[in-house]
């Protein structure tokens, strides 16, 4: 069974840093895609950062370019979303996902096959 956790998630202010880590648990971790979204209140699921799983390639939505980084560390099983200078439009549930397989586009969110349960991040202005 097919597990994906996310931890690192909470309140922070304006101009800070937080670090979400998803564990993921069922998988051959290096064969598929992984993937950040988030979802604010009252708005629809929206892409953050991929990375695939073969190239290595990495991706980013244009509302967090420069600011986010994704790391995938497959020994560990674990990808790493490195947030900094946060705004308070940042604030949302973050997702990690994982695709079918690696070679899959991250910011298509059809792809992921595989969802957590969600971390919050609040950040306060």
């Known amino acids: 069974q097919v597990q994906l956790v996310e931890s690192g998630g909470g309140l922070v202010q304006a101009g800070g840093s937080l670090r979400l880590s998803c564990a993921a648990s069922g998988l051959t971790f290096s064969s598929h895609t992984m993937g950040w979204f988030r979802q604010a209140p009252g708005k629809e699921r929206e892409f953050v950062a991929g990375?695939?799983?073969?190239?290595?390639?990495?991706y980013y939505g244009d509302s967090v370019k420069g600011r986010f980084t994704i790391s995938r560390y497959n020994a560990k099983n674990t990808v790493i979303l490195q947030m900094n200078s946060l705004k308070p439009e940042d604030t949302a549930v973050y997702y990690c996902?994982?695709?079918?397989?690696?070679?899959?586009?991250?910011?298509?969110?059809?792809?992921?096959?595989?969802w957590g349960k969600g971390t919050l991040v609040t950040v306060s202005s």
């Open positions: 990375r695939r799983g073969t190239s290595g390639s990495t």
């Open positions: 996902a994982a695709a079918g397989g690696p070679t899959n586009d991250p910011r298509a969110q059809a792809v992921m096959n595989y």
